[in-house]
């Protein structure tokens, strides 16, 4: 069965400073998804990361994929209030019919 | 581009009612999924299909969800009867086909509340 990690799960900092959110999966899988949640709203696409060692930015954001390690990071920079929203990572595999396995996501409150 | 549409966007129903939403996935999308997401959890896939046929519905509680794409565009999700635990969001997303890539993109969802 192919799970998939995330931590914390619960996270409150300072503008400005610096963070990352963790997200372990327990099979091999062909490629990692991260998305943004605000509240009340439907799921935003953020990065999609296709092979190991791929890393991509956007903004204050930036996400990475070590696949013999089966972790993903998505890396705050000096956060912003902007970023507060719950953050997911999920999976696929061809496996299990490339169907999205989902983290049970990241509450981020970046507090002014 | 237009995106996923879904309705209704809120729904309160007693328990032991039916109910049902719609979904329409973005223009060329060959995939369709129905997800459950309770609240303070990821989304669950419910049921994918491909087309107008399925391809995965292995999480999907049959005796009381069912759902249809007849012609392969848009899609209908049916409860009945719910229960006080189907109380969630059903999102509906659409990708391109989950065989070549399979980034997928979320409707607005449906908050059901089963009282």
């Known amino acids: 069965e192919l799970k998939v990690e995330q931590n914390p799960l619960f996270l409150s900092m300072q503008e400005g400073k610096n963070y990352t959110i963790y997200c372990n999966y327990s099979?091999?899988?062909?490629?990692l998804y991260w998305y943004r949640q605000d509240p009340g709203k439907s799921l935003e696409s953020l990065f999609v990361?296709?092979?190991?060692?791929a890393v991509k930015q956007e903004g204050r954001l930036m996400a990475s994929l070590d696949t013999k390690a089966r972790l993903s990071t998505l890396h705050i920079t000096a956060a912003v209030h902007d970023l507060s929203a719950t953050y997911f990572c999920?999976?696929?595999?061809?496996?299990?019919?490339?169907?999205?396995?989902f983290g049970a996501g990241t509450i981020l409150r970046v507090k002014s | 581009e237009a995106g996923v549409a879904q309705s209704p966007r809120y729904k309160i129903i007693e328990k032991r009612q039916s109910v049902a939403f719609w979904c329409n996935p973005i223009?060329?999308?060959?995939?369709l999924y129905w997800y459950q997401q309770i609240l303070g959890q990821g989304p669950k896939l419910l049921i994918q299909?491909?087309?107008?046929?399925?391809?995965?519905d292995s999480q999907l509680p049959k005796d009381r969800f069912s759902a249809e794409r007849l012609k392969g565009v848009d899609s209908t999700l049916k409860i009945q009867p719910a229960k006080l635990e189907d109380s969630a969001v059903y999102l509906c997303?659409?990708?391109?086909?989950?065989?070549?890539?399979?980034?997928?993109?979320f409707g607005p969802g449906t908050r059901l509340t089963v009282l």
């Open positions: 997303a659409s990708s391109l086909d989950w065989r070549i890539y399979n980034e997928q993109f």
């Open positions: 099979t091999t899988s062909d490629r």
């Open positions: 990361l296709l092979s190991n060692g």
């Open positions: 999920a999976v696929d595999n061809m496996e299990y019919g490339n169907k999205l396995v």
């Open positions: 223009s060329g999308h060959a995939t």
């Open positions: 299909f491909q087309n107008n046929g399925v391809v995965d």
